[in-house]
């Protein structure tokens, strides 16, 4: 039966029933490999047989006969190389005396790697054939005096071929090889201990113990494995759909409730500890962007005032430092290339609206006009916000349905959730749609009762675009040294700051102390673009206040009705689903190929748990190696 095997595979264009048939297969006239890297196996199976695999490989070859493929000398070592290179394998490395080391390739594939030299054992065959007198330079080897290996050399003789034939028994032919060795000389010449190196019996036994000491190396990395995969098989069975059960209405309500709690969690942000799923809580985090880009594209709307004629003859120079100077301390200062509204502007503006006014008074419909202006796109901005909210929320709650009743895809539960899910959505997004564009059209119409920070921006603001103002009239000096102006210096340091002195001065004996050097700018005489620069101040001030009171009800609005309404309607969505035995029943309906699938995994577990039961025990008595 061997020898039919092994033509089998050295003829493997031949049909393999040639080979399993009664009568002698016939290979002649079909091409016959010399190697092949299948391989020919026989298991022994039995209550004391080691659970071990024996693998014998072809001699390393340096040359092929007349005719033969060169090829060979590559694929043997190949060959050789995937079997040895294995770290849980013990090499034996076999050298025939009647041929020298240094010819025979395996040598050379074993001693030139350190790593594989602590696998390996030497065995030295074949004694009986060395040429008279060639004998010490073997027991060199023997005594790992050449050619060391860390577990040393043996030396064997096996029953030659007539012994073979004659079919001596195991027995004899353990005796024979002792009686070899006890009585030819130079071997019963030996010291005591490297006469323990000859034999099969001394090579059996450093087997043993090099066996034992790894399997003691391996099996914690064995029940390492072995846990790993009980893990995976334990996910797969999570993952499969719970058996039938007995009261599928209570399954189902469980169902429900977990899905309610994941999904408050998720909305909320909070990490679910029992989520072992793909979904990271993530959503308030992405939800909280979107509602930052909202807040800053908003900002970006604010109007750009320059408190100065567009008639004016500046250079490009001065415009950007007065630019600089209107921006200066606004945190909201609108786009920097904006186009804005000059003073000039702003005043033809006013004139073109006045009806019956009294002389330098101006109608509010300027003001609001401004304010309109700026504030026009903000439902737009608002209602892009809210649907990138809801396709954000929209997407992740329909994962985490997907993902929580994936295993009830085929009673359609899945689909009736989902069903409930998208209806609940598109009520949502309706309701928080309405109650966005009323927060929107309510903004168009100027009103705060914020009194304190509307007065005290519009105060900032006026006192800002006054100064730039008087800066594009030629004032820059003055200003500038009312600003810088320190009555701790010496008043000759500057000829404006002596200036500055002595009208402080004069100021005080007039009775008007406590003022500010640059509470002097205010005596500088208004002239008819002074109405502009209160209009602007107006606009800007009120931008703020809205600005601050809008960016945060959109944000607000969508969070309370969107979000946190539905986590609040999905649970009596779900109630009002039809609870039956009949229906729960169908929900839960299993798949057969889950069934089976489900049984395979719990045989799989348990004999993975009975092999990891078995190691350990083995583990806790080294005494067993």
């Known amino acids: 039966m061997l020898r039919r095997a092994q033509l089998a595979i050295l003829h493997p264009t031949m049909d393999t029933g040639v080979f399993l048939g009664d009568s002698e297969p016939i290979t002649a006239g079909h091409m016959a490999q010399t190697f092949s890297q299948n391989c020919v196996c026989i298991r022994v199976a039995g209550p004391d047989v080691p659970d071990l695999y024996f693998y014998d490989l072809p001699g390393i070859i340096a040359n092929v006969s007349d005719g033969g493929n060169e090829a060979d000398i590559v694929l043997v070592e190949s060959l050789a190389k995937s079997f040895i290179d294995r770290t849980n394998c013990i090499v034996l490395l076999v050298i025939s005396c009647e041929t020298d080391f240094e010819n025979q390739g395996a040598g050379r594939l074993v001693l030139k790697n350190p790593a594989l030299k602590s696998r390996t054992v030497g065995v030295l065959t074949k004694v009986d054939r060395i040429e008279l007198g060639g004998e010490d330079k073997w027991i060199k080897i023997l005594r790992n005096e050449e050619n060391a290996l860390p577990n040393g050399w043996f030396c064997v003789k096996q029953p030659d071929l007539p012994q073979l034939r004659s079919g001596i028994s195991w027995g004899d032919a353990k005796a024979a090889e002792k009686k070899f060795f006890m009585d030819m000389s130079p071997w019963s010449l030996l010291d005591r201990g490297t006469r323990g190196r000859l034999g099969s019996g001394g090579l059996a036994e450093q087997l043993g113990k090099i066996l034992s000491e790894l399997v003691a190396q391996k099996l914690p990395v064995i ?72 807040r800053d594209d908003v900002r970006d709307t604010a109007p750009r005032f320059h408190p100065w004629s567009s008639q004016a003859a500046l250079t490009a120079q001065v415009v950007k430092e007065l630019t600089d100077a209107a921006d200066e301390d606004d945190v909201v200062p609108g786009p920097a290339n904006s186009k804005g509204w000059y003073l000039d502007q702003v005043m033809d503006l006013a004139k073109r609206c006045r009806t019956k006014e009294l002389p330098g008074s101006y109608p509010f419909a300027v003001t609001r006009k401004l304010i309109f202006k700026s504030l026009e796109s903000w439902e737009s901005l608002a209602l892009h916000c809210f649907e990138e909210v809801q396709l954000l929320i929209s997407g992740h709650v329909m994962k985490l349905v997907r993902l929580h009743f994936r295993k009830h895809v085929l009673g359609g539960l899945l689909d009736a959730v989902a069903v409930v899910v998208t209806e609940r959505l598109r009520r949502r997004f309706q309701t928080t749609l309405d109650r966005i564009k009323s927060l929107c059209a309510n903004e168009l119409t100027p009103y705060t009762l914020n009194e304190h920070y509307f007065f005290s921006n519009r105060s900032q603001f006026l006192g800002q675009y006054k100064n730039v103002y008087r800066q594009s009239k030629g004032h820059k000096a003055l200003l500038a040294s009312l600003q810088t102006y320190n009555s701790l210096k010496n008043a000759a340091y500057d000829q404006h700051w002596q200036n500055i002195h002595d009208v402080m001065g004069g100021l005080a004996k007039l009775g008007v102390p406590g003022l500010k050097p640059t509470d002097l700018a205010k005596l500088l005489p208004e002239d008819e673009m002074a109405p502009g620069l209160e209009i602007m101040a107006d606009v800007r001030a009120y931008f703020k206040v809205a600005y601050k009171r809008f960016v945060d009800n959109i944000p607000q609005q969508i969070d309370t009705d969107f979000i946190q309404g539905l986590d609040e309607d999905l649970g009596l969505a779900l109630a009002s689903l039809e609870l039956t035995d009949g229906q729960c029943t169908a929900w839960l309906q299993e798949d057969p190929e889950e069934v089976l699938r489900r049984e395979e995994l719990l045989g799989k577990k348990k004999r993975l748990e009975l092999a990891k039961g078995k190691i350990e025990s083995v583990v806790r008595s080294p005494k067993t190696f």
């Open 223 to 294: 029940v390492r494995e072995i846990t790993r995969q009980i893990r995976f098989v334990n996910a797969e069975l999570v993952d499969l759909p719970a058996p039938n059960l007995k009261d599928p209405k209570t399954e189902v309500a469980s169902l429900f409730h977990d899905f309610e709690r994941k999904l408050s969690m998720h909305m909320q942000g909070l990490p679910d500890v029992h989520d072992t799923g793909n979904i990271t809580p993530g959503i308030v985090y992405s939800v909280s962007a979107t509602f930052e880009h909202f």
